[in-house]
T-cell receptor
Framework: AQSVTQLDSQVPVFEEAPVELRCNYS??????LFWYVQYPNQGLQLLLK??????LVKGINGFEAEFNKSQTSFHLRKPSVHISDTAEYFC????????????FGSGTRLSIRP | GAVVSQHPSRVICKSGTSVKIECRSL??????MFWYRQFPKQSLMLMAT?????????EQGVEKDKFLINHASLTLSTLTVTSAHPEDSSFYIC?????????????FGPGTRLTVL
């Protein structure tokens, strides 16, 4: 079984400041890792994913995340945020099995202050 | 890219009525679709996994007789909330899975907001 922990339920930052959203996971098997963004009253959009290879993954909208196997973490970062980045961010994992479910974290609400 | 649509985007119904929500993969075939439920300010909770041509697999605690899922084709899955009650009010999101060779990816629909009066 897998689980995902997003320790920060809310992260307020000023516009143009850097941000890091934390994600830790637990799994007895190898997993794929994902970050999704959800804007108000909308579905989920994939920001980035880690499947294999380089541990630093670059995604859309200037976001990146680094997979750290020893710390079982997959923190999301952006060097300079914009008002438009205000949204809910979900970290998620899925095992290699094609029939497996995506397990979502509880989400982190990123609010950008002008 | 892969697009998943849901219809309707919003629905308001009276208690006791049934509501059908459609999930379509517009430009790809999806052998597997998933249905999620999201309460305000909470994460997505998987309700069921739907495979084309077979019965859906429901998560523990989800009433299969209340949430009827049909996956009649490779591009369409439907979720019917039967005899809806106010506690069924929620945001329902579907996703469609595609991929081969072990690299599968889920694409999410825009969600359907159900309000039961």
């Amino acid at each position: 079984a897998q689980s995902v922990t997003q320790l920060d339920s809310q992260v307020p930052v000023f516009e143009e400041a850097p941000v890091e959203l934390r994600c830790n996971y637990s799994s007895s098997v190898s997993v794929y890792l994902f970050w999704y963004v959800q804007y108000p009253n909308q579905g989920l959009q994939l920001l980035l994913k880690y499947l294999s290879g380089s541990t630093l993954v670059k995604g859309i909208n200037g976001f990146e995340a680094e997979f750290n196997k020893s710390q079982t973490s997959f923190h999301l970062r952006k060097p300079s945020v914009h008002i438009s980045d205000t949204a809910e961010y979900f970290c998620a994992v899925r095992s290699y099995s094609s029939a497996s479910k995506i397990i979502f974290g509880s989400g982190t609400r990123l609010s950008i202050r002008p | 890219g892969a697009v998943v649509s849901q219809h309707p985007s919003r629905v308001i119904c009276k208690s006791g009525t049934s509501v059908k929500i459609e999930c379509r993969s517009l430009d790809f075939q999806a052998t597997t679709m998933f249905w999620y439920r999201q309460f305000p300010k909470q994460s997505l909770m998987l309700m069921a996994t739907s495979n084309e041509g077979s019965k859906a697999t429901y998560e523990q605690g989800v009433e299969k007789d209340k949430f009827l899922i049909n996956h009649a084709s490779l591009t369409l899955s439907t979720l019917t909330v039967t005899s809806a009650h106010p506690e069924d009010s929620s945001f329902y999101i579907c996703s469609a899975q595609t991929g081969t060779g072990g690299e599968y990816e889920q694409f999410f629909g825009p969600g359907t907001r159900l309000t039961v009066l």
